[in-house]
């Protein structure tokens, strides 16, 4: 028999376990399935420049389709509302977007949004000549107003009717500026006042906005609940100190924001988010990435006759939305002249066949998504209502046809939203303990070591575990998914410690 067991002190020397002892780690969290690809045959008039910005651009299908109707949306949304039994439904849509750093959002943002651009250019331009001639107009009606009031030859009554035949003050000609990619609410809604009453929030870097100033814990709620009503048309409303009352009539906004998955989790899985039903207003794609396939085509884009054809369209839309707003004095007071577009029988039966399978399957398949699957209907209506006239401004309604096109890409959207429900809507405790692990991993290798000890965590870690009961509360959570180990009596760097843990070598092996 043996004197000495090598063994036994192999088991038992702290930064050697045995790799066999230690269970297989848990996952925190689900990685989402596979995307179904984008219907790209259900963009209509969209379909041909998509695909061309697929075959030259290269990017991720869902992020072409998603751009192209955004724009699209930005467009058509000015000119009319889907009317369906005394209920009305705007055309403006939001879409988020969700794709890693180099999937070339901004590039096909830039595709999409281009003859938007060059319109707002050629606007904004126009209209600062507009600016400067009414500046005169109004210095000359405040001279005017001053001298009357100053005249002390006429009494009250004479001087009231003199300023009833001055009339009110020149209206501010709009700005022309519609397209913003990081706004305030308060400067969204000053946009919507004097900029344009149509305007478009894109960014292909969506954190700046998610993660900005009006997305900062102290103005969440008034944004997302700003949105939520800019997505619903109803009338803007705001009351603020030193700024008066404003109240804003048929006013629409169009949003597409590309995100980072990291960016996209923090909003998807925001309790106030959910609660508040943007995410039910948003439609939500992350399509797989087309990186390392992405072989150079030696093509402009806007030479080809899909993409001219796209953008002529585009322009002829804005153009003659821009006519009726300009010629229109009272356009800022009344805000956009939207005619009803109604279904064609055949469309509605259709669409209503279409509701009440979703409204039937609510409590059932639709269950993870139920606030999503209540408007999924109504995203129908309206991406058939932006296809229908972007292929024909003056459509007279919707028909048959263009209500498939719009169940085709709302049923899409539903099954991503299934699919993401579980990937990407995780618990703020799961994401802090992945970031605490991350932050565990490379702190070990830093130091060379597999232990460490709970004040590293809550003094150097993550932001989220700034105190040893936070920080003991996410190393439970890695505890219960085997990726650390409590140990007890254990010296750190030469001091004893009383909390320490041991790194499994399946996260660590290399220390």
Known sequence: MLDYNPFTDLLEAPEATIEALW??????????????????????????????????????????????????????????????????????LYLLTIAESGERKSAVDEVATAPIRERQKALHLAQQEEYTRWQGQMAVWEAERKRLL?????????????????????????????????????????????????????????????GGYAMARDHRLRTI?????????????????????TLLFNRRLALHLMAQPEVARTLLSDPLAQ???????????????????????????????????????????????????LDDPESKKRGLELRPLPLHSEAKRLWTAFHDHVERNIPGDLAPIRALASKLPE??????????????????????????????????????????????????????????????????????????????VYQFGPAGVRSAAKAREVLRILEAHHYIAPRTGFEVEGAKRSEVWEVSPHALPQV
């Open 23 to 92: 269970p297989e780690p848990l996952p925190l969290y689900r990685d989402p399935e596979a995307p179904e690809l984008f219907p790209l045959g259900a963009l209509g008039p969209l379909e041909a420049v998509a695909r061309e910005t697929l075959r030259v651009v290269q990017a991720p299908n869902a992020l072409v389709g998603a751009s192209f109707l955004a724009a699209a949306s930005m467009a058509t949304q000015g000119l009319a509302n889907v009317v369906l039994d005394g209920r009305t439904y705007p055309l403006n």
């Open 150 to 210: 100053a005249d002390k030859r006429k009494g009250r009554a004479e001087k009231d009717a003199a300023l009833e035949e001055l009339g009110p003050p020149p209206p501010e000609p709009w700005s022309g500026i519609m397209l913003t990619g990081e706004p305030t609410l308060e400067g969204l809604v000053k946009l919507l006042a004097v900029g344009w009453p149509a305007v478009g929030l894109f960014s292909s870097e969506g954190g700046s906005f998610l």
């Open 275 to 325: 609660g508040q039903g943007i995410l039910a207003r948003m439609l939500t794609a992350a399509p797989l990435s087309t990186a390392g396939g992405r072989y150079y085509v030696a093509e402009d884009i806007a030479e080809t006759p899909a993409y001219q054809a796209y953008a002529a369209r585009l322009a002829n839309i804005l153009e003659a939305l821009k006519r009726r707003v």
């Open 379 to 456: 995203h129908a209506l309206r991406l058939a209502g932006v296809l229908a006239l972007f292929s024909n401004p003056e459509a007279p309604q919707l028909n048959r046809e263009a209500v498939e096109r719009g169940i085709v890409l709302a049923q899409f959207y539903g099954a991503e939203a299934l699919r993401l429900v579980g990937g990407y809507r995780i618990p703020r405790e799961l994401l802090l303990a992945g970031e605490v692990l991350a932050w565990v991993v490379e702190h070990c290798k830093a130091k060379g070591r597999r232990v460490f000890h709970l004040a590293e």
């Open 225 to 245: 609940a700003g949105l939520s009503e800019l997505w619903d048309g109803r009338p803007i409303d705001r009351v603020r100190a030193g700024d008066g009352a």
